[in-house]
């Protein structure tokens, strides 16, 4: 079993918590936001604003052929991670994704098809069954085996599935600790801007744009907007090749479409502009015009963390781990990335649970990652530092849910494995 301390609780941050936590190994979070879960204010993780459409196919036009292969791999990841978490409560899709042009813009389509390889041409009449409500006369083009995840969902039961922990595999709860931003990671040391360290055998820096400037990493804006509309009758993700507004479509539900999303140098975090809104909003009606009689729900806007070569940063040396750069892609590449670090650390392997004794013990040994100058666990005051509740809390759980392990190895893999 290896102590782990991780900064950032955000999709990356979750994924490798959750992961590990499986594996048997004692994990610590800590993040600058004050809780797990989204306001919708642009704060804390930019996962919670996502449209969370998983699309090999379509980023290949903009990260090459190698996001398109983190992303299949990814596709087949999450398969698992969803049916392990709750398959109910976190729905997943994977029925494709549609690339669709006005006549006039076939110019434009033509160029970004030129560098999506795999896109299918639809005759209309293929079209119009698949998705009946689009507006008639579009051209359309099937990316095959694309798929759709709700990133709120996922995010909370990533979180959930590590904190109320009663079954097996996980054998001891993440503790997670909020208001809690991280100065710098280092190998094996995460240290908190109040100064106080967070120890451990492996530290993992997942702080996205917080990792700056140790990483050249900038914040690119994304709006997006959530729209109500009873039975909007959109199957699939669609996205629209136009020569200025880049929008796509998600439906979340049955009653709830997303449609987003724009892209902007910028890392203001205001709420979303008029242009913009009106942009998407406009696009997305002369895409489905049944979206005349939405409701706005939501307004929302982020940051997405990108370096600048606007690739993923996967990093491994020894004691340290660094997962950066998910740009507009995260949902799609975080799971291979996070498991390809884990093989390349030596942390896939399914950790021993260890036989653990009772009180402080627990905290420096089973656990390991504690907080530096922590000399007894009775005494809160060293764990002030740590303003969120996971700092007490979680490790008091710890110690209960400790003192029960036995000492058998568990069986399960690190990602699971969908079922064929
Ligand atoms: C509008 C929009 C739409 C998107 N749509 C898609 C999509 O359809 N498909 C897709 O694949 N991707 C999409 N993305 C991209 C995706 O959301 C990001 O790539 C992903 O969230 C990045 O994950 P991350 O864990 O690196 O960063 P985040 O999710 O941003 O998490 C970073 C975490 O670090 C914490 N933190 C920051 N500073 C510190 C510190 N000093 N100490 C401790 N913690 C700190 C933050 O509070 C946060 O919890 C979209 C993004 C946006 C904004």
């Known amino acids: 079993m290896a102590r782990i301390a991780i900064a950032g609780a955000g999709l990356a941050g979750r994924l490798f918590a959750w992961a590990l936590a499986r594996a048997g190994h004692a994990v610590t979070v800590v993040d600058a936001a004050a809780g797990p879960f989204t306001r919708f204010d642009a704060t804390g993780p930019a996962a919670f604003s996502a449209a969370g459409m998983l699309s090999p196919l379509a980023e290949q036009e903009q990260g090459g052929p190698q996001v398109a292969a983190w992303g299949w791999r990814s596709l087949q990841l ?6 392990a978490l709750a398959p109910a409560a976190v729905p997943f899709r994977r029925e494709g994704s549609l690339l669709l042009a006005h006549r006039g813009d076939l110019g434009t389509a033509q160029r970004v098809l030129a560098v999506v390889p795999g896109a299918q041409r639809l005759e209309e009449a293929r079209l119009q069954a698949l998705e009946p409500a689009l507006a008639p006369g579009l051209q359309g083009w099937l990316l095959a085996d694309e798929g759709l995840i709700a990133p709120v969902a996922a995010m909370e039961a990533l979180y959930e599935a590590t904190v109320n922990v009663t079954t097996a595999p996980l054998s001891q709860p993440v503790v997670w600790c909020w208001n809690s931003p991280a100065a710098a990671v280092r190998p094996g040391v995460v240290e908190l801007e109040n100064g106080a360290c967070l120890h451990a055998d492996w530290a993992i820096d997942t702080r996205g744009l917080g ?6 990493v900038r914040g690119v ?12 009758g959109l199957a699939r993700p669609v996205r629209l090749l136009h020569p200025r507004h880049r929008v796509y479509l998600v439906p979340r539900t049955p009653d709830e479409v997303a449609v987003g999303a724009s892209e902007i140098e910028s890392e203001d975090r205001s709420p979303v502009s008029l242009r913009s809104a009106v942009e998407l909003m406009a ?5 489905l015009p049944a979206l005349a009689e939405a409701r706005i729900v939501r307004l929302d806007r982020h ?8 690739l993923p940063r996967a990093e491994c040396e020894p004691g340290l781990l660094r997962l950066n750069g998910l740009y507009r892609h995260g949902w799609l590449l975080a799971p291979a990335l996070v498991e390809q670090l884990l093989d390349e650390a030596g942390l896939a392997q399914v950790a021993q649970v260890a036989q653990v004794a009772h009180g402080a013990q627990v905290a420096q040994v089973a656990h390991g990652a504690q907080v530096a100058n922590t000399a007894h666990l009775a005494n809160a005051a060293p764990f002030a530092g740590l303003a969120g509740l996971g700092g007490i809390t979680g490790l008091a759980t710890l110690i209960k849910s400790t003192e029960s392990l036995g000492s058998s ?9 969908p079922s064929p």
């Open 211 to 216: 990792a700056a400037p140790a990483l050249p």
């Open 283 to 287: 696009a997305a009606h002369s895409v």
């Open 78 to 83: 999450w398969q698992g991670i969803v049916a």
């Open 409 to 417: 190895p568990s069986s399960s893999p690190l990602f699971p494995e």
């Open 221 to 232: 804006r994304g709006e997006i907007v959530t729209l109500s509309l009873p039975s909007h």
């Open 303 to 310: 940051l997405r963390p990108a370096l600048p070569d606007n």
